[in-house]
């Protein structure tokens, strides 16, 4: 198994990051809430560890929809 985060997908990063998502969204279907689309998976990772890589962004995107996410399901607007 590769130590890149996009690459693992049963474990670690990604699966914590899309099973928090999946959470989320649930909950937000439930309380009827509507949440914008979660961040996209990265398509264009080269794969040699490079500063500021495609999946840092993906990361910090996808932190902010959380975040935003748990706002809208507080009846906030958002951060």
């Keep these: 198994m590769s130590d890149h985060p996009g690459t693992l997908h049963t474990q670690g990063p990604l699966a914590d990051t899309q099973a928090r998502v999946a959470a989320l969204q649930q909950r937000a279907q439930v309380a009827g ?5 979660p961040p996209p998976l990265p398509t264009g990772c080269c794969g040699r560890g490079c500063n500021g890589c495609v999946w840092e962004g993906f990361y910090a995107a996808a932190a ?3 975040e935003e996410a ?3 399901l507080q009846g906030q607007d958002g951060p």
Excluded: A, D
């Design 64 to 66: 902010y929809w959380q």
């Design 33 to 37: 809430v509507t949440l914008r689309s």
């Design 70 to 72: 748990e706002w809208r």
